[in-house]
Structure formats: structure tokens, C-alpha cells
């Protein structure tokens, strides 16, 4: 295995994040005040392997002997997580001393969550899916019980960690079959395999666990029992993370199964599978959401209707698609952030409840991160000119060029029913009275506000120009 | 009827009855230690797919590690408090046998009408050589050479989750 | 015979001579038990209780550390015995393994996650009532000798 300088090149993403885990260790080791250092280390370290990988996005290549590959569609990848990440080490930084988890530990397993990320949407061999997977999956576990002493925190973390290890199981034994139907574990040999001869049986049952599996780290609806407690329980910052960049990596690899796909004979083998998955969780995520009184909940149930969003473009099958779905994970991801980074700000210590009520009044309390929030409601409900809109616009294109009709009517009819419960916020923001009891105190943080602002100016930015970069996306 | 086949049916019937007596015992520890009996005779299986390698694996680190984490789990929990799971809550044993039943039957139809791609024995030389543990070395530091290293930061992430999850003083 | 062949029969040896053994002194052995012979400490005090005694959790997170480095050492067995052919890039792989899990190790070093802290009472006991030194038995004579 020789590497030439221009892999290490196309690597540098990886080592890069690989060496900052070390260098935090080491940190966290020999310093007493370390983790004032590793937030604003992590926060740099992302920000910088953001950037990189967006400049090195024409690096196609594959190293490794063809078990990862670089550039195009996995540089965006790199850049959603990364950038991403660098915005919740923002919100973390006032946030992990008001939940009273201000260790140096929150950090490295943050790094740690992405590295396992960027290897997994990197893959193009099914070991390096698993193993980035189960590494991601391993800090998200820790981070969700991070409150060693909130009840809620430990229930979050044991209810993903037991759901999530069986659907790991699925996921290997799925893997497991497809390896016994075509005898290779690279997606290339995989595909070039069975398009030679008839496609075994064993093949569409392997596809159809793997499917499964990620469906239950999306959040798909039959899959979604864990989303609302492990949200509701896990510090809201983790959350942010959880339901942003970790939603897009697992994504990355069910478009890593899904993309061979489009160009073989028949590209819409799955789509009677993610049709129906799509709907349901569209139609449940949306109806669910309107009994909320919690906004984490609201917004879990929110995040199991947008999984059913970008399921649309997955039931296309088809390069619009595809290009739809990394363009809504890029736009979910910054406005899910924004509006979990405001909860954060708002949430009282302690035991108290994200009611939506406790948000009576908010535009005469602080107008700004009223303001902001209601931004990003619009955007989430997906009005235009916003990212959300054109998130949703390229999905419904897409399975409009499938010939798929109507489930893009019914995702517009799922956006309507939602729009209800996102304005609601916005109506008990502007036009409800504070009352006494749900007066809180809102948190000063000006690092917090600083990724807000960060992801408000992304989402309007994406709004503004969704032509050049789906156009990017489509270049490879 | 050869040695190997005589073999594999004798390891198989081992699996299975262990794997069913590691559901029906009630005391927790009586099914963690047929669990290790099963794990014992799974190695023994890998051994007659000449998987001598795996097999060594398999004792050292499901049969001894994880079993050993097993019963200090059974310990901690002081299991003869616990209710059954099923004792009251029949349907969800029905349930779950129904389930048992489904995945028994999916197994049977994928070995009797699946296609297991064919084409693929080889001879038991080269079978015996895939085995070799300096065979997986091999593969390790070239074809595998950064999931090997991805494993190293699993493992790491792992031994930090694992103490910030069970320190008892955490600072 | 190949290689399994001969430590199957080793193994089937083995599982032979024991259940022989066990059956011969079956066969051969008085057979009188008393309900004094089949308490489960005949000779000792009788049981108290239950013996499900709540564990500390420092066994489970020993135990813990002892799996993950257990891994660390299926997954090194291979890369030890071949790395030589790669020479220096094959060293450095396996070299780059062993250092995190080193860094791993340090990190629970530091943190004290591998000192075995002792009850609370223990240490009163061991602090309230001071035990005598213990002299060695050979400078004891010494000293004897010498006065």
C-alpha cells in the first residue's frame, strides 16, 4: 500500500481531524482548565477541515485500494459535518457549563463523532460503513448520557444505545448477506457483479436490512420510536448534533448503496420501499408534531417528517435526486442547528421544561433571538426564499421527473400540516404576553449567538443562490 | 459421511441446544454460562470452515472477555429481584416467539431458494492458507489498512466513553 | 493426520480421561452422605444469607479496559508476525495502532481510572487503628543478636 503525496493530499481531511483527536487527548491529560482551550481548538480544527475539503472539492480520486474515495460528493459531505460541527463547538462553549457537563472529554468524543462520519460518508467498501458508523454511534451514545446525574439524560442515552445496537445487528447481518450473494464487500465489484448475472435473492433481503438499519438512524417513521425521548433527553447541543450531521452521515451511506444504483437497469428497484417509508414518516412526523407542547419534541417529530422529505429523492432514484438530497441535508443541517442552538439559549437549568409557552413573549424579552427563531421556523416549514424551500423544491422535482406524483403532492400536503405548528411558534413568539412563570432567563452567550448568526446568514445564502451549488453537487 | 461433516453436526447440535437452553434457564448465570458453551462450540465450527484464526478469537474474546463482562453485569443487577420480563406480559412472549418463528423460516427459505453465489470453492490448501493468521496480517497492512487504523480510534473513542459513562467521580 | 486432526484427537483424549476418571471413582467409592456432608461448607461456618452479593463497580470497569485491550491484541497478533516484510511502512502501521491505544491507556492513567480507591471505611480503620510496623524475622534476630 504506497500513498502517493497527492492521497495524502486527498487524506489530509482525515489525518487532520485524526491528529486533532490525539492532540485533545493530550490536552485533556496534562491541563486542569483544558476545556476552555478545546472548544475554541475543535471550533478552528472543523472550521479548518471545512474549508479545506470544500477547496479540495475536485479531487476525485479513490484511495486505499478502493476502500474510501475523495472528493466530489464526499467533500460536500465533509464540509456539511464539518461545518456543522464547528457551529455546535460554538453553542456548546456557555451551553456545557449551564447543563454542568464542562469536561474536556465532551470535546474529544465531538471529534471523535465526526471522524466517524467523514470515514463513513468517504466509504466505498462496506467495512469502513460499519466502522465509521460504530464509531459515531459510540460517541453519540456517551454524549446523549452526558448528565450523569439528569435522570432524563441517562434514559436518552440507554434507550439510542440499546435501539441503536440492534439495528446495528441488522445492519451487519444485511451487509453479511450481500457479502454472501455477490462474495465481495466493495460497492463497486458489488454492482459490476450483479449487473453480470441475475441479481440473487440474498442480495435484495441484504439491501433490504441495510436499508432498515439506517432507516432507524435517520429516523424513519416504523423506526422512529427512540427520536423523541433520546431528543428531549440528551443535552440540547448534543441533540443539535445528533439531528443535523448525524442525520447527513447516515444519509451518505444509503446514498452510497443508492447512487450505483441510478445507473444500472433497473434504478427504481427500492422505490416502492422508500416511497412508502417516505409518506408515512412525512404524513406521522407532521401530524404528531401539531400535539407537542415541548419544542424538543416538536422539533423530533419535525426531524422524523424531514427524514421523510429527503426519502422522496431517495424513492426517485435518480442524479436530481441525489443532488436534491445533499442540497436538503446542507440546508436541514444549518437550520436545525440555528433553531436548537436558540432552545439552548432559552432552556432553563435544572429540571424545567422547554414548554412552548415559556416562549410567550419572547420578541419583547429579546427581539433579536426572536427574530432569528422565527427565521428559522419559516425556513424549517419551508416558505420561500429560504434554504428549506429549495430543499424541498429539488426533492419534489426530482420524483415529478420519476414520474412519482403523487408523493410529491402528498409532501406538499405534509409541508402545509406542518407549516401549522412552526407558525404557532412564531404566533406565541410575537403575539402571546409573558407570563410570570415562564419568565426564564435567557442566557447570555455571545459565542452561542455567534453560530446562530453563522447558520442564519448559510440558510439565506442558500436560499439566494440554490442554483450554483446544486449545480456544484451535479458536477460529479 | 467424513471426519469434517461429522464435525460440523456435532458443534451445530451443540450451538443450537446451548442457544436454547440460554433463553429458557431462569437464572441469569445458568444462561450465561451455556452462552459460553455456544461461543466455545461456534469456534468450533469456525475451525472445521478452517477459520483456525477466527476461531481463536472467538474463545479468547466473546468466550473470556465478554462473558466476563456478562456476569459482573448479571452481579451488579442482582437478577433474583428482577421479574421475569415475561411473566406478566404473555402477549409479548407470543409476540416474541412469532418473531423467533418469522426470522427461523426467513433463514430456511434464503438456504433453500437463495442462490448463494457459487463458483467460489476453492481447495482446502488455499482454504487452510486464507486461514493462516499471517494471512490476515497480510491483508491487514495492505487491502484493510485503514479500517485497521479506524479501529484504533474506535477503540480509543470506546475507552473514554466507557469511563466518562461509569467513573463514579467524574471531574 | 493433519495439524486439527492431531488436536482433535488431543482434545477427545482429554474429555476421555476425565469422564473416565470421574466414572471409575463413581463406581469404586463409598456412597453415605449425611446432611452434615452436604452442606456446602462442611467444615466451616454455615452459610449466611444469599450469596448475591452487590459487586463493586470498579470490577466492571476493569473489566471493561481488559475487553477493549483484549481487541487491541487480536487485531496486533497478525500485524507482529509479518511486519518485517514491509519493513519501515509496515511498522509504522502497526506502530500508529499501538500509539493511540497507548494514548488511550495514558489518558486512564492520568485520570486515575486504574487506582483501586478502597471502601471508605477501610481507610478509617487503617487510619484510626495504627497496626505495629512489621520487622523483618531476620532483622529481628539481628537486633536480638545484637542486644
Not at chain 1, 448503496?257 to 427500492?270: A, E
Request: glycine letters at 8%; aromatic letters at 14%.
Amino acid at each position: 500500500m504506497n500513498l502517493t503525496s497527492t492521497d495524502y493530499l486527498n487524506i489530509l481531511p482525515l489525518l487532520l481531524v485524526g491528529a486533532g483527536i490525539l492532540i485533545s487527548l493530550t490536552v485533556e491529560m496534562y491541563s486542569k482548565k483544558s476545556v476552555g482551550f478545546l472548544s475554541w481548538f475543535s471550533f478552528l480544527l472543523h472550521l479548518l477541515v471545512a474549508y479545506y475539503s470544500l477547496y479540495t472539492v475536485n479531487n476525485v480520486s479513490s484511495v486505499f485500494g478502493g476502500m474510501m474515495g475523495t472528493g466530489g460528493t464526499v467533500n460536500i459531505f465533509y464540509f456539511i459535518f464539518n461545518f456543522g460541527a464547528a457551529i455546535v463547538a460554538l453553542l456548546s462553549m456557555d451551553y456545557i457549563k449551564k447543563a454542568e457537563i464542562y469536561f474536556g472529554e465532551y470535546y474529544i468524543l465531538l471529534q471523535s463523532a465526526v471522524l466517524g462520519m467523514m470515514l463513513m460518508a468517504s466509504a466505498t467498501d462496506l467495512v469502513m460503513v460499519f466502522i465509521g458508523l460504530e464509531l459515531m454511534s459510540i460517541c453519540f451514545y456517551v454524549l446523549a448520557g452526558f448528565q450523569r446525574k439528569n435522570v432524563r439524560s441517562n434514559e436518552a442515552s440507554l434507550k439510542y444505545f440499546l435501539l441503536g445496537s440492534f439495528t446495528t445487528g441488522f445492519i451487519v447481518y444485511g451487509m453479511a448477506l450481500i457479502y454472501g450473494a455477490s462474495g465481495s464487500l466493495n460497492i463497486q465489484s458489488i454492482f459490476s457483479m450483479l449487473s453480470a448475472e441475475s441479481t440473487p435473492i440474498l442480495f435484495y433481503v441484504g439491501t433490504l436490512l441495510f436499508i432498515i438499519g439506517f432507516c432507524f438512524k435517520i429516523a424513519a417513521f416504523p423506526f422512529h420510536m427512540w427520536v423523541p425521548d433520546v431528543y428531549q433527553g440528551a443535552p440540547t447541543s448534543v441533540t443539535a448534533m445528533m439531528s443535523t450531521i448525524g442525520k447527513a452521515a447516515a444519509f451518505s451511506a444509503l446514498l452510497l448503496i443508492m447512487l450505483p444504483l441510478i445507473g444500472s437497469k433497473n434504478p427504481q428497484t427500492f422505490t416502492p420501499l422508500f416511497t412508502v417509508l417516505s409518506a408515512a414518516s412525512m404524513i406521522f412526523g407532521s401530524i404528531v408534531a401539531l400535539a407537542q407542547t415541548d419544542i424538543k419534541r416538536m422539533l423530533a417529530y419535525s426531524s422524523i417528517a424531514h427524514a421523510g422529505y429527503m426519502l422522496i429523492g431517495l424513492a426517485a432514484a435518480n442524479d436530481t435526486g441525489a443532488s436534491g438530497i445533499v442540497f436538503y441535508l446542507a440546508a436541514y443541517a444549518f437550520m436545525n442547528l440555528g433553531a436548537f442552538g436558540i432552545v439552548s439559549l432559552i432552556e432553563g437549568n435544572g429540571d424545567t421544561e422547554g414548554t412552548i409557552e415559556s416562549y410567550a413573549g419572547l420578541s419583547d424579552r429579546n427581539p433579536l433571538l426572536a427574530g432569528l427563531l422565527a427565521l428559522f421556523m419559516f425556513t424549517l416549514s419551508g416558505l420561500p426564499p429560504f434554504a428549506g424551500f429549495f430543499g424541498k423544491y429539488y426533492v419534489f422535482i426530482a420524483s415529478l421527473e420519476a414520474g412519482n406524483v403523487w408523493i410529491a403532492v402528498l409532501g406538499a400536503l405534509s409541508s402545509a400540516i406542518s407549516a401549522y405548528f412552526y407558525l404557532r411558534i412564531i404566533v406565541v413568539m410575537y403575539f402571546r404576553k409573558s407570563d410570570v412563570a415562564s419568565d426564564n432567563i435567557i442566557t447570555e452567550s455571545h459565542t452561542s449567538l455567534l453560530g446562530i448568526v453563522i447558520s442564519a446568514i448559510l440558510v439565506i445564502m442558500m436560499g439566494l443562490t440554490p442554483g450554483s451549488i446544486v449545480r456544484l453537487i451535479n458536477s460529479f | 459421511m467424513s471426519l469434517e461433516t461429522i464435525l460440523f453436526y456435532f458443534f451445530a447440535s451443540i450451538c443450537a441446544v446451548t442457544s436454547v437452553l440460554v433463553v429458557v434457564r431462569r437464572e441469569p448465570v445458568f444462561s450465561a454460562l451455556f452462552l459460553v458453551l455456544n461461543f466455545a462450540s461456534l469456534a468450533g465450527i469456525y475451525v472445521t470452515l478452517y477459520a483456525q484464526f477466527i476461531a481463536v478469537v472467538q474463545v479468547i474474546v466473546y468466550a473470556g472477555a465478554i462473558m466476563v463482562l456478562f456476569l459482573f453485569v448479571i452481579m451488579l443487577l442482582r437478577p433474583e429481584k428482577e421479574k421475569s420480563i415475561f411473566s406478566g406480559n404473555p402477549t409479548l412472549q407470543k409476540l416474541s416467539i412469532g418473531v423467533g418463528v418469522l426470522v427461523f423460516f426467513q433463514l430456511i427459505y434464503i438456504i433453500i431458494a437463495g442462490t448463494i453465489s457459487s463458483g467460489k470453492s476453492v481447495a482446502a490448501e488455499q482454504r487452510i492458507r486464507t486461514g493462516e493468521v499471517e494471512f490476515i496480517g497480510r491483508e491487514l497492512i495492505t487491502n484493510y489498512l485503514l479500517p485497521f487504523e479506524s479501529i484504533a480510534f474506535l477503540l480509543l473513542a470506546a475507552t473514554i466513553g466507557a469511563l466518562v459513562i461509569s467513573k463514579k467521580k467524574f471531574e | 493426520m493433519t495439524e486439527f486432526g492431531k488436536i482433535l484427537a488431543f482434545m477427545i483424549l482429554a474429555i476421555v480421561f476425565v469422564i473416565v476418571g470421574i466414572f471409575t471413582a463413581y463406581l469404586i467409592r463409598p456412597h453415605r452422605p449425611t446432611d452434615e456432608k452436604l452442606l456446602t461448607y462442611e467444615c466451616g461456618e454455615n452459610a449466611q444469607g444469599s450469596p448475591w452479593v452487590r459487586f463493586n463497580f470498579r470490577f466492571y470497569i476493569v473489566a471493561l479496559i481488559f475487553l477493549i485491550f483484549d481487541v487491541e491484541i487480536v487485531l496486533l497478533v497478525p500485524w507482529v508476525l509479518i511486519y518485517q516484510e514491509y519493513g519501515i511502512l509496515g511498522f509504522l502501521t502497526g506502530f500508529i495502532f499501538i500509539f493511540l491505544l497507548v494514548a488511550g491507556m495514558i489518558y486512564e492513567w492520568r485520570k486515575g481510572d486504574l487506582e483501586w480507591d478502597r471502601p471508605e471505611s477501610e481507610k478509617f480503620m487503617a487510619n484510626t487503628f495504627k497496626l505495629p510496623k512489621l520487622t523483618l524475622p531476620a532483622k529481628k534476630i539481628k537486633e536480638e543478636v545484637t542486644n
